[in-house]
């Protein structure tokens, strides 16, 4: 096993037979698909995972692809020591000539030996070490004890065969939760907002939930692996990313309530995002109507200058980051699109349910993928743009479809009222380019 850092290809995850789509009558129509996905893995997750938690760091226990996804996906390396590398398995490993195991402890070793500053060490599953069986829970456990009281060794899998790409943030923070501490007895109820936001985003929350009088509140992720939250029956957990199922379910074990309203996207989105998060915490509706009634005609003044581009044009969601249905949402109701479709990898009914219920009634959903099947739907359509991964954007390009990469939307701050314009201007964009260059 050899230790590789940033240093190039992405690998998409393609899985799964093929079978027939199928439709509810007594719901909105949601076409179910198992086949080939085009998908990143849940490595992805790490691209913004390292900048979030400033003290951890990600060791992909993968291969040379791996490494190379991870590098092109995080692009120009910002800082003077990266936060993740990959301990690549080799053939010897393969083989099984080596003890990966040994191998592992040596490299993590070697690599806290030199790196003190790092405080919270993830050892992150990939394809090649679930091929090789390599057990990293059990390594995480042993290496915290090794390094007790100086890192923190946890294990999460991103690989491409368990996880899709926003799936890799929800299984790293599920890994967090068993360490965050109980509440103190008696404790007042406070606020934990769940799902890695741009730090900008996260200030921005703070300040407003200060407004509201809203508090304690707390993030996860932290940003220092020091400052874990504590969690308990007093917590009211508000999800910030619709991709943390195993996350919620984990806090909710911890006793834990989640506060549900749709997610914080767009002017509509932040405002009931809040207010669902305000009537939990008691405040009154006129503090909260005088708190956000001037950042909302703000966001909706900024909002204008999209809306002529976006407004009666179509757009065509391909499974990919389970921001879909939300985002879907935000340019139905608030830039006057028309949803096509909207395809997510899964539909967790319950965290969507406030999201699509905003939605037209006869909004086509689709869960899951088979992707020539999705395409030929989506070539039928020729919708005015098209929200894709990196696989499918070039191809549709070239066949004169307007794309815009989903990953665009997990790498952009997009939440809340000052981005809720960057966010349609995501969309906007590409329209342009299209009209400029058909001109
Ligand atoms: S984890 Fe699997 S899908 Fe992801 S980069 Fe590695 S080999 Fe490819």
């Given at each position: ?5 940033p240093?190039t290809?992405r690998c ?28 990143f893995c849940g490595l992805t997750g790490i691209v913004w995972l390292h900048r979030k938690i400033?003290?951890a760091f990600f060791?992909v ?5 791996c490494a190379h996804l991870l590098q092109s996906a995080a692009g120009v390396m910002i800082f003077?020591?990266p936060r993740f590398a990959t ?35 993830f050892?992150v ?33 991103g690989?491409?065969?368990?996880t899709?790409f926003t799936q890799g943030e929800?299984?790293c ?23 890695a936001?741009a ?22 992720p ?99 980051s ?68 990196l ?14 990469w989903s990953i665009e939307l997990l790498f952009t701050p ?26």
């Amino acid at each position: 096993m050899t230790l590789r850092e940033p240093a190039t290809s992405r690998c998409e995850a393609h899985s799964g037979p093929l079978t027939v789509p199928v439709a509810k009558s007594d719901a909105p129509p949601l076409i179910r698909e198992s086949g080939q996905r085009e998908v990143f893995c849940g490595l992805t997750g790490i691209v913004w995972l390292h900048r979030k938690i400033q003290d951890a760091f990600f060791l992909v226990v993968g291969s040379r692809t791996c490494a190379h996804l991870l590098q092109s996906a995080a692009g120009v390396m910002i800082f003077a020591e990266p936060r993740f590398a990959t301990a690549i398995i080799d053939e010897r490993d393969l083989a099984g000539l080596a003890d990966a195991n040994a191998e592992l402890d040596r490299l993590v070793t070697r690599l806290l030996r030199y790196r003190p500053d790092i405080k919270m060490l993830f050892l992150v599953g990939s394809c090649p070490s679930e091929v090789i069986k390599l057990d990293l829970s059990r390594a995480a456990a042993r290496l915290s004890q090794e390094f007790a009281g100086k890192v923190r060794v946890l294990s999460y899998s991103g690989s491409g065969i368990e996880t899709t790409f926003t799936q890799g943030e929800d299984a790293c923070l599920a890994s967090l939760v068993p360490l965050l501490p109980p509440e103190a007895p008696d404790s007042d109820c406070s606020l934990l907002v769940v799902g890695a936001l741009a730090d900008v985003v996260e200030d921005q929350f703070r300040r407003l939930f200060e407004e509201l009088g809203i508090g304690p509140v707390h993030f996860l992720p932290p940003r220092s692996s020091t400052e874990l939250p504590s969690v308990g029956p007093s917590t009211r957990y508000l999800l910030a990313q619709p991709f943390l199922s195993d996350t919620a379910r984990a806090l909710e074990e911890r006793g834990a309530t989640r506060i549900e309203g749709p997610f914080p996207l767009g002017v509509e989105g932040t405002t009931a995002w809040l207010k669902a998060c305000a009537d939990a915490f008691g405040v009154a509706p006129d503090r909260f109507r005088s708190v956000v009634a001037p950042k909302i005609a703000r966001s909706r003044e900024s909002l204008d200058r999209y809306r002529a581009e976006l407004s009666g044009r179509s757009v065509f969601f391909f499974p990919d980051s389970q921001l879909e249905i939300p985002i879907a949402r935000f340019l139905v109701r608030e830039m006057g699109m028309k949803a096509v479709e909207v395809g997510t990898p899964y539909l967790h009914r319950f965290h969507m349910a406030s999201d699509m219920a905003l939605l037209p009634a006869n909004t086509q959903y689709s869960e899951g993928q088979d992707v020539e099947r999705q395409l030929d739907r989506c070539r039928a359509a020729r919708p005015d743009i098209t929200v894709c991964g990196l696989g499918l954007a070039n191809p549709l390009e070239v066949e004169g479809l307007t794309t815009k990469w989903s990953i665009e939307l997990l790498f952009t701050p997009i939440q809340g009222y000052e981005q809720a314009s960057d966010l349609a201007e995501l969309f906007a964009r590409p329209m342009v380019r299209r009209t400029r260059l058909a001109a």
